[in-house]
């Protein structure tokens, strides 16, 4: 018996290597964007939407995320990239991975199918990996039910195109694009190129601030450090310079399930500030901006059908320097929601648009703003005639 023993555990390593291997199986995408960029002070981070399957049901595994190449399948090399680890509500980072030392992974618990869906995420390094033209595949690396021990890497089953940053007219060459909106921080930005939401989405970022302190990503592309990070409702990431349709569609998405909670549209690629998406050459010098104008994102919430309109007092109030405020419309219109100081000038636009019959909630940064007392109007003009107006005050203590 005791000679069985060292052959039993001899089997097992090999078993685990085995399983080990890198393979593009079992790691299937929701959604995931179409292109990423390089450069190693010009770093991005990256998210998607993927579901693991064939694991034990109701248990919970350690994994991290990152991305691969094509020659990497067969290999006991997960790739290269640094992992942003989403746990519920949770952002992490980090940089050096080990799913035997805290920090270095997460875990995720399978449902009583032994699946899990959820949000990934990465930032590109200056890996070779990740050069312009190459195609990379997500990939995540688990462990065997929290034993701390390497078994089991998948690659995703959709591929994502690698740009560099250049103001080139070539397919492999990039712009970066940021957007100030009122998109609830955590949630997730996608962009399309096309109004009806079909294919991949061009790009996918997180909506700021997830709270993953800005010293612990470095090497960021400078408009992200300057005008993205840790800026409530803001959102950065890169599309392709070689786009004739533009950006024509751009979805908030909830943390909690993926589900739209809303999303504004495009006919051409140029958006009402007048900003045009189509076809650009900015690279990472100079960024598109899309401003509130263009994009509200403001969230409606699910389950709750207004009977009436409504206007709530904004909370916190007094506030610094950011409130909610919510309000209900009872049939499809025009909204808009607009702060005014106390003369009645009109110093902020949260809402314009056409939206649906629902309850919605908007945030106001009032960080470059005076303290003191400032009105909120709210003006709806019904798709079937109806108008109505209500105002309620709020204070602003620095």
Not at 163 to 177: E, H, K, M, R, V
Not at 197 to 207: E, F, W, Y
Request: charge should be neutral; hydrophobic fraction near 35%; aromatic fraction near 12%.
């Amino acid at each position: 018996m005791k000679k069985l023993i060292p052959f039993f555990l001899f089997a097992i390593f090999i078993f685990t290597d085995a399983n080990a291997q890198l393979v593009q199986s079992n790691f299937t995408s929701v959604v995931t964007p179409r292109y990423i960029c390089s450069g190693s002070s010009t770093r991005l981070p990256y998210v998607y939407r993927a579901s693991v399957t064939g694991l034990l049901p109701n248990t919970k595994y350690r994994y991290y995320s990152q991305a691969c190449r094509y020659t990497d399948f067969g290999s006991s090399n997960s790739g290269a990239g640094n992992p942003i680890l989403i746990n519920g509500s949770s952002f992490r980072y980090t940089t050096s991975t080990s799913l035997s030392t805290p920090g270095g992974y997460d875990s995720l618990t399978t449902d009583s199918q032994g699946n899990y869906t959820g949000w990934f995420g990465f930032v590109h390094t200056g890996n070779a990996r990740f050069t312009a033209g190459n195609y990379v595949y997500p990939s995540i690396t688990l462990d065997s039910a929290g034993s701390g021990s390497t078994y089991l890497r998948y690659a995703l089953n959709d591929s994502i195109l690698v740009l560099q940053f250049a103001d080139s007219a070539n397919a492999i060459s990039g712009t970066g694009l940021y957007g100030i909106s009122l998109a609830t921080a955590k949630n997730i930005v996608s962009l399309y190129d096309n109004v009806n939401n079909t294919g991949r989405p061009l790009a996918m970022a997180i909506v700021e601030s997830e709270g993953i302190d800005a010293s612990a990503m470095p090497s960021l592309v400078p408009y992200y450090v300057d005008s993205v990070d840790a800026r409530n409702g803001r959102w950065g990431t890169v599309i392709p310079n070689m786009l004739s349709t533009g950006v024509r569609r751009i979805n908030v998405h909830r943390l909690t399930d993926a589900t739209i909670a809303n999303f504004n549209t495009d006919a051409d690629g140029i958006w009402p500030s007048g900003i045009s998406t189509v076809n650009p050459s900015g690279g990472s010098a100079t960024p598109i901006r899309l401003s509130q104008q263009d994009i509200q994102l403001s969230v409606m919430l699910t389950g709750i059908n207004p009977d009436g309109f409504r206007l709530e007092q904004n909370y916190p109030n007094p506030f610094n320097p950011s409130t909610t405020i919510g309000f209900a419309v009872p049939s499809n219109g025009h909204v808009k929601l607009s702060v005014h100081d106390v003369l009645g000038k009109e110093v902020s636009v949260l809402v314009s648009e056409e939206m649906q019959s629902g309850t919605y909630e908007v945030r106001f940064d009032g960080s470059g703003f005076n303290s003191g007392v400032y009105f909120y109007s709210f003006d709806f003009s019904g798709n079937n005639g109806t108008l109505y107006s209500e105002s309620k005050k709020l204070i602003l203590a620095k």
